[in-house]
């Protein structure tokens, strides 16, 4: 009886598709980080945050003052969270899919 090829267990990732995810994490990462500036009509000056604002900054205000920090803005980083980690997984799913698709037609 011939040897099949082993399986690999469903929860154990290429190295290839890690490095994938690396990038995709950095590159979401950067676009929360990365200052937008308002437009005329947007009561702050900048703001941060990725698909949606999570911090804002007035520097009209003394010192500068953050609005709407941490406590005041969970559910816009939670809304935040929910789009980049399915973005993460999608993205592992199909890297995973290929390359074991890929496997399997060339043994």
Known sequence: MPDAPKKRPLYQLHLSTCVVLMFVAGTMVWLNLVERRSSDNWPYDRYF???W???EI???APYGSM?????HNRWRI???LSV???LLTAVAFVCEY???LRERRHG
């Open 98 to 100: 290929c390359l074991r």
């Open 84 to 86: 980049c980690l399915p």
């Open 53 to 55: 604002t999570a911090v």
């Open 49 to 51: 945050g990725w698909p």
């Open 58 to 60: 007035d520097f009209d």
């Open 67 to 71: 609005t709407n920090m941490f406590w």
């Open 78 to 80: 939670a809304t935040n």
